[in-house]
């Protein structure tokens, strides 16, 4: 029987498994998914079993940077409640695995088989840590930077609920950017732009945003023949909200963040342009489970 990657992924989730693992139990099982959480859970592999089906929607973001600011890296680590997110434990191992990520290769898989210590992957650590603390713990993201030519500055807002990387194109060094990027990276952290110019901006973003507005100007009553010069004003005046570098800015308002950032270019005296940019949000896109909590006593007490 053929097994598919969407089935080993779900068993990967559900118990914490690696995916070799998971794959031959799925095989050996027929692809019976249930069976195959048994057969890992007697085999020893899915001490997680019970917990990996739980939501994560809290935990941390945590950023390291080379320290000339040549690559970067940005990871979110969800865990299920704030409470276990604020254990020194867990942010012990987020911050172990954020400096692991900065010299990984790209991508999740491969990174889950990366040396945690000298004992065990980053996979067999969370399944571990999973079944000591007692909750879900998801490595739910990461990406590293290493641009040429481009310096990185990080910023963590709230202890690392927020976090964001920014890429600074220039000849300076990291000790004369690095205010100019801390500044770029809490307006981010705070407006959180899609893009860094117009220039930037998706093509199919840009269709789907004018063909809301043209309804919405239509609803409104509006002429025909006046709508489509309404709606590039209203695209204009939404792209200033949504853009970087049109964006007021957050110090001070009398200023764009392009006016900001060209008072700095002077005083610096290299140029300096913002070519990446990047911000994690905890939980941003997950579905927190609601319970009603006398229903879930009721059930527990099997009414």
Wanted: charged residues 30%; negative net charge.
């Amino acid at each position: 029987m053929t097994i598919s990657s969407a089935q080993i992924k779900e068993l990967r989730e559900r118990t914490g498994a690696g995916m070799l693992d998971c794959k031959n139990v799925l095989t050996e099982v027929d692809g019976d998914l249930e069976k195959a959480i048994d057969v890992l859970r007697e085999k020893g592999l899915a001490k997680a079993a019970k917990k990996a089906g739980r939501i994560a929607a809290e935990g941390l973001v945590r950023i390291t940077l080379a320290e000339n600011g040549s690559k970067a890296a940005i990871i979110e680590v969800n865990s299920e409640t704030d409470f276990v997110a604020k254990n020194q434990d867990f942010i012990d191992f987020v911050e172990r695995l954020s400096d692991l990520s900065v010299e990984s290769e790209p991508g999740l898989d491969g990174f889950l088989s990366v040396k945690y210590d000298e004992t065990q992957s980053v996979q067999d650590k969370l399944t571990n840590f999973i079944a000591t603390i007692g909750e879900n713990i998801s490595i739910r993201r990461f990406q590293k930077f290493n641009r040429p030519g481009t310096v990185y500055v990080g910023y963590l807002h709230a202890g690392g609920k927020i976090g964001v990387l920014v890429g600074l194109e220039t000849a300076a060094s990291i000790d004369a950017v690095t205010p100019l990027g801390r500044d770029i990276a809490m307006q981010i952290a705070s407006m959180n732009p899609l893009f860094i110019d117009e220039s930037g901006v998706d093509p199919e973003y840009l269709e789907k945003e004018k063909e809301i507005l043209i309804q919405q100007a239509l609803n409104e009553g509006k002429p025909k023949d006046i709508v489509e010069k309404m709606v590039i004003g209203r695209l204009k005046k939404e792209l200033k909200e949504t853009c970087l570098l049109e964006q007021k800015f957050v110090k001070n308002g009398e200023l764009t963040v392009m006016q900001h950032l060209k008072d700095q270019v002077k005083q610096i005296g290299q140029e300096i342009q913002i070519v990446e940019m990047i911000r994690y949000e905890v939980g941003e896109g997950i579905e927190k489970k609601e319970e009603n909590f006398a229903e879930e006593v009721a059930k527990q007490m099997g009414n």
